[in-house]
C-alpha cells in the first residue's frame, strides 16, 4: 500500500530555495512539477512537497482541499517516479489555475506530468551521453 511518511516530506527552506533558483520544471495544466537533483536523506530517492497559490484560491479552506488532493494522487502514482529515478530528486508539486478540476482530472494529470518528468530526464541524459 502506498504511503507519503514524514521523511518523504520536503521540509527543508534552503533545498526550496534552491529549487526555485536553479531547479527545472515540467508542467501539464494546471500542474507543476519543479524538481532538483539530490539533498534528501541517506535511502531515500525523494522528497516531495505541494503548494496551491494563495494567487487563485484566497480561502485556505480552498488552498487545503486542493493540496490533500495534490497529496493523494502523489501518494497513488509514486511508484510512476521511484521506479525510474537512478538518483535521489526532491520535488515540488504546484497547482497553477484558478479552475476547479476533479478529483479524477487532477489524477490523471499527474499521471501524465510524471510520464512527461521522465521524458525530459531521458532527453537531458540522453544530451549527456553525446558529450
Not at 42 to 63: H, P, T
Not at 67 to 75: C, D, F, H, N, S
Not at 77 to 99: A, G, T
Request: hydrophobic share 30%.
Amino acid at each position: 500500500m502506498p504511503t507519503y511518511p514524514k521523511s518523504e516530506k520536503l521540509k527543508s527552506r534552503n533545498t526550496i530555495d534552491l529549487m526555485f533558483k536553479s531547479g527545472k520544471s515540467v508542467s501539464k495544466y494546471p500542474l507543476r512539477l519543479t524538481y532538483v537533483k539530490g539533498n534528501v536523506d541517506e535511502g531515500q530517492m525523494l522528497k516531495m512537497g505541494v503548494s496551491v497559490s494563495k494567487k487563485y484560491f484566497k480561502k485556505a479552506v480552498d488552498r487545503n482541499y486542493f493540496k490533500r488532493v495534490l497529496r493523494e494522487t502523489y501518494r497513488l502514482n509514486k511508484h510512476l517516479l521511484i521506479d525510474r529515478l537512478e538518483e535521489p530528486y526532491c520535488f515540488m508539486l504546484f497547482y497553477q489555475s484558478k479552475d476547479r478540476l476533479t478529483y479524477e482530472e487532477i489524477n490523471l494529470k499527474t499521471v501524465q506530468l510524471f510520464e512527461k518528468f521522465h521524458l525530459q530526464l531521458q532527453e537531458i541524459k540522453g544530451k549527456q551521453d553525446r558529450f
